[in-house]
């Protein structure tokens, strides 16, 4: 059993985005979230998630009565941590999240680290072998050793330090978690038909997925290969790291009459344009949204849509299920919903 520590302000996203990576992911405590496996590396890939750690314990939202808790448990040999020898060295990571429960996390480190160190472990807060992770949030405290901690490296692809650069943008950490909700890593094929400047088909590429992305503009289509050329094809933009990449390509098209073959990706990822960005006028929109929605589930059975209005109606109306919906205010003017839909199974 596994526990993860989620960010952002709709701990419902963030368990959505983590099912990604890990098998049975409810909810516990407000910013916790347990898990019965994981895969670790596609926990690195998380946008939501910043951590996760294999559970030892879980009790009440006090120090004394995690202190008691790790007294007891059995801090024994597991497949994928060894921490059982005295020769291990630790550190010790409290934290209250959002500062709710009035814990002090300074005192919870040093009480937790005193029983370690009484059960035979050298401290050393620099460089450790092993982290134990104290979580305290709601009425819960969890307690386990740190297996994987998320990259956190999406300030290194911000839109306007793209070769290619427009307004409204998405930004990649948001990117990130839509392409993780479509279901986005290797051997899966992502499809954005609507790409813009390319920001969901550089995150999903990176997670490894071979990316396809469209657009009615060429002006469009031909800066997002420009960006992906960058991030994904080895240029100066692509992040500095062993992680393996997907293919990717880019046409020009009409999302409404797409040029690819029924069912041929695993998923489509759009932002339907809106706000004075976009060109088009809003009483085309509603059709618009329907053919590229329609277009959608002929070629993929999944589908994430963003959109600054519930897409709800429409989507049903031309055959998809509406699994989740999640809003996120951005500011004043705009709030943005995120439709996770599906087709029925059997079609």
């Known amino acids: 059993m596994y526990f993860l520590e989620l960010g952002g302000e709709d701990d419902a996203f963030a368990a959505c985005e983590a099912r990604n990576a890990a098998v049975g992911v409810e909810r516990v405590a407000p910013g916790v979230a347990t898990a019965g496996s994981i895969q670790p590396a596609r926990v690195a890939g998380l946008a939501y998630t910043h951590r996760v750690s294999r559970l030892l314990a879980r009790t009440d939202a006090s120090v004394e009565s995690a202190r008691a808790a790790l007294r007891a448990v059995d801090l024994g040999v597991d497949r994928e941590r060894t921490v059982a020898d005295a020769e291990s060295t630790i550190a010790v990571r409290a934290r209250d999240v959002h500062g709710a429960t009035g814990v002090s996390t300074r005192e919870a480190e040093r009480e937790l680290g005193a029983v370690l160190v009484d059960r035979g472990f050298a401290v050393d807060l620099d460089d450790p072998d092993h982290e134990l992770r104290a979580v305290f949030s709601g009425d819960t405290c969890l307690l386990g050793w740190l297996a994987v901690e998320s990259v956190r490296d999406y300030g290194d692809r911000k839109p306007t330090d793209r070769p290619f650069f427009q ?6 950490l948001d990117a990130r978690a839509l392409a993780n909700i479509a279901g986005a890593g290797p051997e899966t094929r992502v499809l954005d038909p609507m790409c813009g400047t390319g920001g969901v088909l550089i995150e999903a590429g990176l997670l490894g997925a071979d990316v396809v992305g469209s657009d009615a503009q060429w002006k469009m289509a031909r800066g997002t290969q420009t960006n992906l050329d960058a991030y994904l094809g080895g240029g100066d933009g692509r992040p500095d790291n062993d992680r393996a990449v997907g293919t990717y390509d880019v ?32 009483h085309e929109l509603r059709d618009l949204v329907s053919g590229a929605l329609s277009e959608a589930r002929r070629v993929a059975p999944r589908a994430v849509v963003v959109a600054d209005q519930p ?5 049903v109306s031309v055959g998809w299920r509406v699994e989740e919906l999640f809003e996120k205010r951005v500011h004043g003017s705009l709030t943005r919903y995120s439709h996770v839909l599906t087709r029925e199974s059997g079609e």
Do not use: C, H, N, W
């Open 167 to 172: 307004p409204g943008g998405m930004a990649p």
């Open 311 to 315: 897409l709800r109606e429409v989507a």
């Open 251 to 282: 046409t020009r098209a009409d999302a409404t009459a797409l040029p690819f073959r029924d069912d041929s990706f695993d998923a489509a990822v759009f932002d339907v344009p809106y706000g004075r960005q976009s060109k088009v006028a809003r």
